[in-house]
């Protein structure tokens, strides 16, 4: 009778701590991206060191089936929501869906759109984007001379990274030490590797020679990369420029292919965003904007940043 008395016991404490394990949603914009794929990485072993359990899904670059997705969350009775959105402008939709359930949500990575206050369960963390382009910018410019032409590869349209990013580019390129700089063109390859290589051979087939490309982020500097050279181009004659300091964009700057990253934290926006929902979910004191700092990366520091993301 003591034996099963002691089972009982266990069994009831065993479903007792169970019953109170948090379960988090993650709805992610996309799982096929580089460093999407490490900040989903970072939420999911942090969650494991916590005893946190997350549950995944990836929008694929569908707003619709991300709305769904959160939706889906709020009936299934998680206990917060982390969302990387597929557009800055669906956010305020995902944040009313959040706010009407009385469900915690931390957005990560992108800031949504014209939201400058969140609800009182509401949180972001994430990088501020027209410093990434700042730090590039300056650095490019500082490498160039500040004269020369140049291309700019943007990321998804309508994305706070491509937005900012993009702006602060154009307005370092616009300052009295950079106003040599000649922008060619400017056109979107939507953060990918495949397109960038494409939309790059197409301007140097059409007679474009720039001495250097501005990209948004990493994978689209290295297809930059990839036509350069399949157009015999010697690296040492363009300034490439990325943005995330993911392995594939260090083991280029290494390699002499890339010339700047901006390091941007997957290990901090991923921790924080966990952290910041769990506390919100916990009824504890949370910061509502949560700024995860970038860093400018090249040759001459790359070393630093090779175990960072």
């Known amino acids: 009778m003591m034996k099963k008395m002691m089972a009982a016991t266990a069994f009831c404490a065993l479903m007792a701590g169970t019953a109170q394990a948090e379960t988090i949603g993650v709805a992610m914009s996309l799982f096929d991206d580089n460093y999407l794929t490490v900040l989903r990485q970072n939420i999911d072993r942090h969650a494991g060191e916590l005893g946190v359990e997350v549950q995944m899904e990836d929008a694929q670059g569908d707003i619709a089936r991300q709305q769904s997705q959160i939706e889906n969350f709020v009936a299934s009775g998680v206990d917060g929501i982390i969302v990387m959105l597929v557009d800055a402008d669906s956010g305020q939709a995902m944040?009313?869906?959040?706010?009407?359930?009385?469900?915690?949500?931390?957005?990560?990575?992108?800031?949504?759109?014209?939201?400058?206050?969140?609800p009182a369960k509401q949180a972001w963390v994430g990088s501020d984007e027209e410093q990434a382009g700042e730090l590039q910018a300056t650095e490019m410019c500082k490498r160039m001379g500040g004269k020369g032409d140049a291309v700019i590869l943007m990321g998804q349209l309508g994305t706070t990274g491509q937005r900012g990013r993009t702006a602060a580019v154009e307005r370092v390129l616009k300052s009295d030490a950079c106003s040599?700089?000649?922008?060619?063109?400017?056109?979107?390859?939507?953060?990918?590797?495949?397109?960038?290589?494409?939309?790059?051979t197409n301007w140097l087939t059409s007679g474009m020679q720039p001495a250097a490309?501005?990209?948004?982020?990493?994978?689209?500097?290295?297809?930059?990369?990839?036509?350069?050279?399949?157009?015999?181009?010697?690296?040492?004659?363009?300034?490439?420029?990325?943005?995330?300091?993911?392995?594939?964009?260090?083991?280029?700057?290494?390699?002499?292919d890339l010339d700047v990253t901006v390091y941007q934290s997957a290990k901090g926006q991923g921790e924080g965003a966990l952290d910041t929902v769990l506390k919100i979910a916990r009824d504890e004191a949370f910061e509502q904007r949560v700024p995860v700092p970038f860093e400018l990366v090249t040759s001459e520091n790359v070393a630093e940043y090779k175990q960072q993301n």
């Open 180 to 200: 040599g700089i000649n922008v060619l063109d400017s056109q979107s390859a939507n953060w990918m590797r495949t397109p960038a290589l494409d939309l790059m």
């Open 95 to 118: 944040s009313r869906i959040a706010e009407q359930a009385d469900v915690p949500l931390v957005f990560v990575n992108m800031l949504p759109a014209n939201m400058e206050e969140f």
């Open 213 to 256: 490309v501005f990209a948004n982020n990493d994978e689209m500097a290295l297809g930059a990369v990839q036509a350069l050279k399949a157009s015999g181009i010697a690296m040492d004659d363009v300034i490439v420029g990325g943005v995330d300091a993911t392995q594939d964009a260090l083991a280029a700057l290494e390699a002499g």
